[in-house]
């Protein structure tokens, strides 16, 4: 993994849990938490494994 891909990784990171602290202060966890654990779904559905499929069509 290249230098500047593993600093955006960690800055990427950094920021996300910044906004996540920064949300729950202004807005409160129950209505922060449910949010949290749609990004958190959407992410495990995109990052999910696709079968290798090589057919013609």
């Known amino acids: 993994m290249p230098v500047t891909?593993?600093?955006l990784l960690i800055l990427s990171v950094l920021?996300?849990?910044a906004l996540t602290i920064?949300?729950?202060t202004a807005w409160g966890m129950m209505t922060v938490l449910?949010?949290?654990i749609s990004v958190a779904l959407i992410?495990?559905?995109?990052?999910a494994h696709v079968?290798?499929?090589d057919n013609h069509a």
């Open 15 to 17: 920021a996300a849990a």
């Open 22 to 24: 920064w949300a729950v």
């Open 34 to 36: 449910p949010l949290l």
């Open 51 to 53: 079968p290798h499929d």
């Open 43 to 47: 992410a495990r559905w995109a990052m």
């Open 5 to 7: 891909s593993f600093a």
